[in-house]
């Protein structure tokens, strides 16, 4: 029996979805796109698909989020029928299909919305439903489906696409690239690019990959290329060995994209990457290193958790996403042996994740979806960051064998296919005794994360007892099982005891009867999820913890404290952090520690009192720096001084390194350091005349040259100047380069600005609804946190509850995501301004 029958309207609702895939099967589609040398000529194109059919009196639904005069003609099984277009559907009466097999013929002008057309490349993006932006098709991704191919450019550029490239068939001034049919795979995963690209092929492993770039720096490319090329290798082989699955499809290229979207997406055969991610120069640090390593690694991995098994519906959108990340930190680990696997896992993934739960706007990992439109408001901090810690609590819980061996027999059973969460749940519940459903409901199904609270009691120099309590942070009495450790701290040792967290309560049995410890150290191997205490004593006894994973874990949950109200101020946090970048060896705790610094003088401190912060930090970081031989570390620092400089003296030293193209002793500034620099001084009303555009002449890349350019009104000292750039972003077509629209939002609103830029806030709120529509799926986020996170007044906090309040009917999913990034302005306003009027 038939699901419900869908109504045609907008989107693909899940109604919709759940009806096609039990009428429809045998999917393929073959595509010609006709792509002009001019960006703003449309592109002529026309499609065959091909079914089989099973009979029902409903009309067929082709989805296509385009107008309808983008349509030319149809022929159905060869007979040409009159063109039915509503709510973004061509519909095709049943009276023109045949039980069986079928064909629709499409002749239609491509939908530009995620072409990503520049002046000489363009590049397609389609997740999580923006293949019907471009092409008719049925856009769900359990109708899996081969694509076939032919692309006609300009003669000078290069073409990549799912599949194996068969022919390349030059004519005058243009060429025809045509390609093997695809394996069968999703819609978001179909995928092409095709522009002025070098292309470099190299071996690994016996598979033979092909590259495309724009990148023109000779010393980026001469550094990079090896590692890229190894990394991709080294991430296959480990694959094939943990999931004993050979590497599931014909080809594995790649092509690097300047300013993408994302740091990379997982095309079958033709991954995408943001092309600052690949390459890299000498000046790079290696926590630069192993975030290249770990991106190649997540996409290498959704070739099996994505691409072979596909979720059967948005909602599971996260279980991709927590697999490539889970199985992503494992290949980093063995193919950079020399890191610290669960330090770089806990700086990754926590403050990530709690930059999300910790706030009004916190959603759970698992989240309901009635229609695809809906869907890119799901991919966030929560699936990227929470995700991966909940899997490494429920490999705790089932033993690394157990849960690999339950991922093998998933992976089998459901290749070229697709599956649900519970799929999976069914399978692993055979290779555990633990109660799967109640873990899952907590970690999964719900929001937000525990709060830790602890009674030690002495008597005779001895623990007494030591009791841990949970409750959910936000009162309730929610219970998250899980595991953590707790470090007592003595003298002369560190002693470590493992919590097993399953209850709202729990004695620590093997503490009793110990010396009393100096201090303790909660969450000290970084693996225990939630807000927890910190010891006083601890604070000043931080050279006892030798462990850097320790160091971090302490250091989180003190910028946690502080951001609740609790225990320290975040002028007494600042104060420690200067202090501890004197003593910290380990460069991924340096970067940490900078990072959070830099956030507490702009974001919690008031106007008034941060130059005074900024001068004290000023005056140790900078010997530091000099001092310091390790040089990722003096990088971090000199980062750090850059981001922080607020006095005469830190502005004028800065500015003679630009000027002079005369880095400090010891640290390699490359052309996007003094880009970057550049910026930092503009930012800063520098008196430099001229500034920004001797910078632009000093950048070779055209690609980065139109990025700088883009970005200069936004950082003009003229404030009508930012007030028409502003005003600019309200056309949807200066929002097509998002990186350069976020990168640009950052410093308008940059806290030295906050003066003049508040007035632009409201609008930025009213423009959201439209963003959501027209922008990529991580465009809503990134432009809300460009725009709101540095704010820290009263003022601000109620202009934001005014626009909620004014909009009770509100996509409910947007909300989350402006209370997401609202969280500072709250936070702020209340750590900082809590005792005003």
């Given amino acids: 029996m038939l699901n419900s029958q869908p109504k045609v309207e907008t989107g693909v609702s899940e109604v919709l979805a759940r009806f096609r895939k039990q009428t429809i099967s045998e999917l393929a589609y073959t595509l010609q796109f006709d792509i002009p040398a001019q960006k703003s000529e449309p592109i002529p194109a026309s499609e065959t698909l091909s079914f089989a059919w099973k009979p029902n009196t409903q009309p067929l639904q082709i989805d296509f989020k385009e107008q309808r005069d983008h349509l030319t003609r149809i022929l159905v099984n060869q007979a040409e029928i009159p063109i039915r277009f509503e709510k973004e559907h061509v519909l095709i009466d049943p009276s023109h299909l045949k039980p069986g097999a079928n064909t629709v013929a499409i002749q239609f002008t491509a939908g530009n919305l995620s072409l990503n057309r520049n002046d000489d490349y363009l590049y397609t993006l389609l997740v999580p439903d923006r293949a019907r932006t471009v092409f008719p098709c049925f856009d769900q991704p359990d109708l899996k489906a081969s694509f076939q191919l032919t692309l006609t450019v300009p003669a000078n550029w290069e073409a990549m696409t799912n599949g194996a490239l068969q022919s390349r068939t030059p004519s005058g ?10 394996e069968t795979i999703s819609t978001y995963l179909f995928s092409f690019a095709a522009g002025r690209f070098e292309s470099v092929g190299e071996q690994r492993n016996g598979r033979t990959m092909q590259f ?60 995408q990457y943001r092309a600052s991610s690949l390459f890299l120069d000498n000046g790079a640090t290696r926590d630069q290193k192993l975030s290249r390593a770990t991106l190649i690694a997540h996409e290498t991995s959704h070739m099996w ?31 950079m042996p020399e890191s610290n696997y669960d330090l770089e896992f806990l ?41 991966p810690i909940m899997m490494r609590q429920l490999e705790r819980l089932m033993g690394k064998e157990a849960l690999r061996n339950g991922l093998r027999d998933y992976l089998k059973k459901y290749a070229y296919s697709n599956a649900s969460w519970p799929d999976l749940i069914a399978i692993l519940d055979a290779y555990t005794p633990a109660d799967l459903q109640r873990w899952n409901r907590v970690w999964v199904n719900e929001t937000g994360r525990p709060r830790f609270t602890y009674q030690l009691k002495t008597a005779n120099d001895k623990i007494a007892s030591f009791v841990i309590s949970q409750v959910g942070e936000d009162g309730s009495a929610r219970q998250w099982p899980q595991f953590f450790e707790v470090a007592l701290v003595y003298p002369d040792r560190v002693e470590q005891l493992t919590v097993d967290m399953n209850q709202a309560q729990v004695a620590l049995k093997e503490a009793v009867g110990k010396a009393v410890p100096q201090f303790v150290v909660f969450n000290s191997t970084g693996q225990g999820y939630g807000l927890f205490p910190v010891d006083e004593r601890m604070v000043s006894g931080m050279d ?48 940490l520690l900078t990072s959070q610094l830099s956030d507490i003088v702009w974001r919690f401190t008031r106007p008034e ?10 005056k140790e970081i900078w010997p530091l720096m000099q001092q310091e031989t390790h040089a990722g570390k003096k990088k971090l620092l000199f980062r750090c001084y850059q981001s922080i ?21 010891g640290v390699t500034l490359t052309e996007d350091d003094y880009t970057s620099l550049a910026l930092a001084l503009a930012v800063r009303d520098y008196p430099a005349e001229g500034l920004l555009e001797e910078q632009l002449k000093r950048i070779k890349n055209p690609d980065r040259k139109k990025r700088l350019q883009f970005m200069m009104p936004a950082l003009s000292a003229d404030v009508a100047t930012r007030d028409a750039f502003f005003a600019s972003l309200k056309d949807v077509l200066n929002r097509e380069r998002e990186a350069y629209v976020t990168a640009a939002l950052g410093y308008l609103h940059h806290p030295l600005r906050a003066a003049t830029s508040a007035k632009y806030l409201r609008a930025s709120l009213d423009l959201l609804e439209e963003i959501q529509r027209t922008g990529d799926i ?21 202009l934001i509850r005014t626009f909620l309040a004014e909009h009770p009917t509100y996509n409910p999913r947007l909300k989350a995501k402006l209370l997401q990034a609202a969280d500072g302005p709250f936070r702020a306003s209340k750590l900082l301004y809590s005792n005003r009027g």
């Fill in 609 to 618: 009192d941060r130059l005074a912060l900024a001068t004290a930090a000023e």
């Fill in 778 to 798: 991580f465009f809503p986020e990134s432009w809300l946190r460009s725009t709101l996170s540095t704010y820290q007044t009263p003022e601000v906090a109620h």
């Fill in 645 to 665: 400089a607020l006095t005469t003296e830190a502005r004028d030293r800065l500015y003679g390194i630009w000027k002079n193209q005369q880095a400090p002793a």
């Fill in 347 to 387: 700086l990754a993934h926590f403050p990530a994740a709690y930059d999300v739960d910790r706030t009004e706007g916190a959603n759970p990992i698992g989240q309901p979806l009635a229609n695809l439109q809906e869907a890119g408001t799901l991919y966030g901090g929560i699936i990227y960051h929470k995700a």
């Fill in 305 to 335: 958790f994505g691409d072979l098994v596909t979720m059967r519906w948005f909602d599971d959108v996260w279980m991709k996403e927590v697999f490539a990340n889970f199985i992503a930190d494992k290949i980093t680990q063995a193919s």
């Fill in 544 to 591: 006892k913890l030798k462990d850097p994973v320790t160091r971090a874990a302490a250091y989180i949950s003190l910028f946690e404290n502080m951001l609740s109200g609790q225990s320290i101020t975040p002028a007494q946090l600042a104060k420690v952090y200067i202090q501890q970048l004197a003593h910290e060896p380990e460069e991924l705790n340096v970067r």
């Fill in 212 to 271: 495309l770039h724009r990148e023109t720096d000779s010393s980026k490319i001469r550094l990079s290329m090896e590692p890229i090329f190894t990394l991709h290798g080294d991430a296959l082989t480990f694959l094939e060995e943990y999931t004993q699955i050979p590497y599931p499809f014909k080809k594995f290229d790649f092509v690097a994209i300047p300013d993408f979207q994302y740091g990379g997406m997982e095309h079958v055969g033709a991954i």
């Fill in 173 to 182: 001034d243009r060429q025809t690239f045509r390609f093997a049919p695809s």
